[in-house]
């Protein structure tokens, strides 16, 4: 509602470089070297809740209904890729190349069919364990940034059960994790 606060979901939105699922030191690339990328939120989960998943279905369809028909989803992201992205967004839309050209326009309307398209097939993943879709210095930076852990010693055993695909893999050392 209007005047509410903002949900932690919307304020941690982010288009997240997914890690290699073999090697969470290194990114997953396409062949021409771009990251492969993840939205990813965090959701806070009430203490009387009865449903967990419900509850999260809702916070994905309060963040999908700013990505429908008609909306200006795909003209916001044109304009962010154009501020700080500009060298994908000149890539994207040909400025940089001999090929074909897009206007700003056919750009944003390209990306409009894209995300909506992308919102209307999402799918849900549960206690999908992070290093198999963060690198270990994205995980290092959700761990301090949004629960407030500074080592691997604080992090509570079923939180921890959570965060390595293989629970018998050693936790890297912390204080070499880059973020």
Not at 61 to 74: Q, V
Not at 104 to 130: C, D, H, I, M
Request: aromatic share 12%; charged share 20%.
């Amino acid at each position: 509602k209007r005047g509410d606060p903002v949900p932690l979901f919307m304020e941690t939105l982010k288009d997240m470089p997914m890690c290699i699922t073999s090697d969470p030191h290194n990114y997953n690339r396409t062949k021409s070297g771009w990251t492969k990328n993840v939205i990813f939120w965090v959701v806070e989960i009430p203490d009387n809740l009865a449903t967990f998943e419900a509850y999260v279905k809702n916070a994905a369809s309060c963040i999908a209904s700013n990505y429908k028909d008609g909306g200006l989803c795909g003209s916001n992201f044109a304009a962010y890729l154009q501020r700080h992205k500009p060298k994908l967004y000149l890539r994207e839309t040909g400025m940089s190349t001999a090929g074909k050209k897009l206007t700003n326009a056919q750009f944003a309307q390209s990306l409009q069919t894209k995300l909506v398209r992308g919102f209307q097939e999402r799918t849900y993943q549960w206690q999908v364990p992070l290093d198999s879709v963060l690198t270990y210095g994205h995980i290092k930076e959700f761990i301090t940034g949004i629960c407030g852990y500074t080592h691997w010693g604080q992090v509570p055993p079923h939180v921890k059960g959570n965060i390595l695909t293989v629970a018998s893999v050693a936790y890297p050392v912390w204080e070499d994790i880059e973020i």
